[in-house]
């Protein structure tokens, strides 16, 4: 059986919210000669990530636009810093994760 790194998903729930994640050639909230790897959207309630990423910077960067959301839809004032900490400690446990094609767990399978 292969295993096949986990994909992002194309949705997520914050509270109340669906949260579109979609793939872009640029982010929209990029200035010109910057390069930004992801945005976060609250009117359009979109996570939007750069193309071409590699894996490990896709799911960073994922996590952080995510960090992003909750501080903003929360009002939270967490600081840039600890937003993109975060961010990569998220990734961290999420990078290694893998699926298989059995489709579902079985809780039984997994008692000790």
Known sequence: MEDKKLSLPKTIKIGPHTVTVKYVEVPDCTEPGEFIFGSWCIQDLEIQIREGLEPSLEWETFWHEVMECINEMTDADIPHHFIQTFGLLLAGVTGG??????????PNNNIK
């Open 97 to 106: 994760m893998k699926i298989c094609h059995c489709q579902t767990l079985n």
